[in-house]
């Protein structure tokens, strides 16, 4: 018997990305649909592409519509998932999207968010140590932000293996989407087709505080991260380039052997051969993660890139599969890793 | 028990995109993949977002290597396929995605692709009328040109309904990957981002008398068509603006009506609600094909406009819908409606 | 001694990229410029590629402003042309790049604007036959729009010359920036990368009555129109693929020699040699046309096609262009018909 | 009276984008155009977007053909400069746009380049400290790689200011022009569009020496450089991020001091204000290099970004900017700091 999901936030692109994939899945029947500012329209009108729900009517994000349901995803701005959750029984699933739940360290959530700390929730990256554990039968799930996705998965095993220094320097390019659908001038196509730009320099970015937890839990020791964000004329996709100081004896074969076993069993991170590196064309639409690592002797760094799709592995798709392994699913149940190119 | 499939051509595009729907195809295994000038490279090298088969190994395209299957694909250069399939025996699926059985008319073959024409196999658009029934238990499919899927999906409706004048006019975009994998300047990502141009003008694209074969079919008399494909700075999908001179006494009503009858049954082609318009970012990576049309009552005309994925409904995914039909599958197995977007 | 040149609307697409043009004009001294939302900002902040114009602050548009100068550019939102035109002098040159002077048919006006006609200015596309006279010495002018520039630089040698049916079809393909620089949904870049879409389909959109009014002109009688835009994933540029049926007798020479002649002595406007086509990217930031022209003779339709970029020759270039002959300069100062390519 | 100026290697992207410069350059007249494999061909045809000089006809790269004129540009694969260069007279000027004459470090050259190495000239990076008296005068110029170009005007000021530790770390995004105009799988459209990839990782790309020798040189130091360069969905453009630790006592102030310092007197190099970002859109077309500079407390670094156009201040502007100085012009003679946006 499927399971029965709502979705909290359906107009965007979380949220359309969620229900594709939804769509798709064998064990989930999909419920409500919810979206504040446009409730009362048709789906079909907001999420073009999702023909089979065009004719869906999105409806207020109540406690009355999201009751009963086995899961509720919410897919909201940034501090409303709280107030959300709290209207919704502990036996059901709740998986937030959204950031409020990720971080472990209140200080750091109210720097970076300017709010207080509504909590810590057990974390929907199943490939770090520990993590499938902490989701196993969780009726709580914080989805990791989408650069700390690409980040930690790109940087844990140079430091689970002790072959990097605590001092990580991280530059990522996004495609548009991570930006969301609300209107802003610097996100038209006419500013962003042919333009690549930074922003958040400086240590600024909200996930950066995030990719710091995750690496220094690899660690064993607080990781220090520089990381930029840049802009890139795409729809999704993003590229984040990891690199870190090596630990003196590292070659580059240990640092191969390293990553090497450390996705041996992973269903959805792929260590390419030699010589191929990640495009984020390769995993569009796609749940897999594209990673390669090199080591220049010359600099002594190691550098680790990977390469996913945002809304995929970096947002919907790691909701899933943490849901998945949740609720008893196969972790990979519905997911894919085919992409969708060119 | 699953059908097995060869896909000859399995490097380029076509093969590429037909890989990943028979991948999710719950009927059908994959076999012999080959590939010429690549055979013996892996195909994680040549096609990396189809992880599930990166360490298949491209052969040789041989009568050996194809022999033991139940369904072959052809995605080989024109004029390339009757070899192919003269060597297959008269059991096996011949599905070929390239042009050579297309056309009914030998002296159009010759005139517009100057060698001698091969033959007529059942036409793999099963929307068309008799479409369906003229791929059921046939062992040879001539699946169409993308051009000619979207316009003849566009505007078939109001010739069968005796709407318009046999005089259409057609300018259609596409995206690069209908121009194929060989590298050639003018296909360079320097060349085609921020450009729209096109070619082929003035009657000399060879899916034209394609177009004319099936408008004529609809029309029930020769319909002459003016196409111009341009090239558009995206790597998928074909929107076609197609528009006739209305017939006395048409209107935006009986126009209406016509294509809501026409694709009321239809699982892949969707007519818009009013006032919403095709998009390809809606249709990438799906089978689903939309259409919207409008009455022009200033200039008499009925334009019809509709979108596909080039590669998908336009090109591998009619492969497998009707190859589906043929085999008696359910038409929409292992095919999806629902796009990859934003 | 230089011309002082006012820009209310500096803030926006089509007054950057006058600006732009400005900066390179030896006659011209860039005054005030204004911008109603934007006052009080830097324009650096607005137009971060105007880096000599960075450090200027944009003002309120009003008579105080905008006095003293000898030329005023209006770059506002249609139908606000009209109040700021009265308040200036009779021996300023007004520059209007809005709608509102552009239509000499009051009721053409208020049944696509919805609002009172305001009156009919000198139309500043040169390249029209008596063109260049009625702009020489002018104080108003009207600045066409930009699908009407290419529709009709692509299409009126056809008609003056006698050989198309009073009967077009044109398809186009727009840039992005044609929509403007206010942040709406459709207008994201996450929703026009990777997309083409039609917009203003069956005779709805506004620049249809200005194609008729000017191939109208060249014909001597009245040419209906049907005129379908789509949305292209680039940010500048228009490709106009226009077609008519030709009259008796017309054959590829005939056609040809048409428009050899009619772009003989232009400037801007260039018949591109036999086999080449025009692209949006090789007129990029330039003033150029890039025309060509091809008879099919199996549909009888002579099929025209431009390439513009919208910003320039199709708005603020064609603006200049005008003023120029208006103030009695070279027409081509301060003009460039080299894209900026690839 | 004006330079007579030849250009080998004129149906390329750096020799096409030369000549867009130099129609504009008032000093300049443009003589002989040659390309080997394309001798023979109208200009036009390969560089549609020069309509002035679409008639012109390459001939081969011969000494008769370039005799004759006061500088010769050399536009041509890297290791084919020398051979010609020899055969030019020493009171011609030469501006080779290649690497060949580059670097200092023989040894480095022959690790990257694996040829002998040829030489080393006046460097044509005026910015640099000493950087405009190598180049007074001087009869052969080596144009600087657009990468090492970008990178060392962002960090210079930090190392000559002694603001950082000598271990930069730096990840730049180009546009695809950088790779050139020769048809390879990977630059298709098809495969770009999209997609963000790296190459040349883990220290091999060839402009790895030339960023070292120039950031050495500002800090007096062995500078060591970690470099990953990036393949971007744009033509054109180049964003460096890149960043140093930070010495002790460095402050956000110290930092921001030096970088205003810098290039208080530079006439392209724009430091801008606080808080507003580069973007490559800003420098289209344009000779402006954009740069921005942040201090990290919590990460202890200095970040630096600048966004050039590859193929302007990354090429072509900055070999006519060189040949300015070398030939006593103004030393923006013909170059504009206006990019072409949106």
Avoid at 265 to 280: I, M, R, Y
């Amino acid at each position: 018997m499927a399971v029965r999901a709502a979705v909290a936030g359906a107009s965007g692109y979380a949220g359309g990305e969620l229900l594709r994939l939804l769509l798709a899945h064998p064990e989930v029947e999909i419920g409500a649909l919810t979206g504040n500012s446009n409730a009362g329209q048709r789906l079909g009108a907001l999420q073009p592409h999702l023909l089979p729900l065009a004719d869906r009517i999105l409806q207020e994000t109540t406690p009355e519509v999201l009751a009963g349901h086995d899961v509720v995803f919410l897919a909201l701005p940034h501090g409303q998932s709280a107030a959300v959750a709290e209207q919704l029984g502990p036996d059901v699933l709740v998986v937030d999207m959204g950031a409020d739940f990720r971080l472990k360290d209140a200080a750091d959530w109210e720097t970076f968010y300017g709010s207080p700390h509504a909590g810590t929730w057990p974390y929907g990256l199943p490939e770090l140590s520990g993590g499938r554990a902490a989701l196993e039968g969780s009726k709580r799930i914080a989805v990791p932000g989408c650069y700390p996705t690409a980040v930690s998965l790109a940087l844990f095993p140079a430091y689970a293996a002790g072959l990097a220094e605590p001092d990580a320097v991280i530059v990522a390019a996004s495609g548009t989407s991570g930006a969301g659908k609300a209107p802003k001038p610097h996100l038209l196509g006419s500013e962003v087709m042919g333009s690549m730009t930074p922003y958040g320099v400086g240590g600024g970015h909200r996930h950066t505080p995030e990719m710091i937890q995750n690496l220094s839990g690899a660690a064993g020791q607080r990781v220090s991260v520089s990381f930029t964000p840049t802009l890139a004329p795409m729809p999704r996709g993003i590229l984040a380039t990891c690199s870190a100081h090596a630990r003196p004896g590292v070659t580059a074969d240990s640092v191969r052997a390293a990553y090497e076993k450390a996705f041996a069993d992973e269903p959805f991170v792929h260590l390419l051969p030699e010589g191929q590196w990640p495009a984020t064309a390769s995993v569009y639409g796609s749940n897999a993660v594209q990673v390669q690592v090199a080591y220049d002797a010359a600099a002594n760094r190691i550098i680790a890139i990977s390469a996913i799709d945002n809304l995929t592995k970096g947002t919907a798709g790691g909701a899933v599969q943490s849901m998945n392994i949740a609720l008893g699913f196969d972790e990979a149940t519905g997911l894919s890793t085919i992409g969708v190119a060119p």
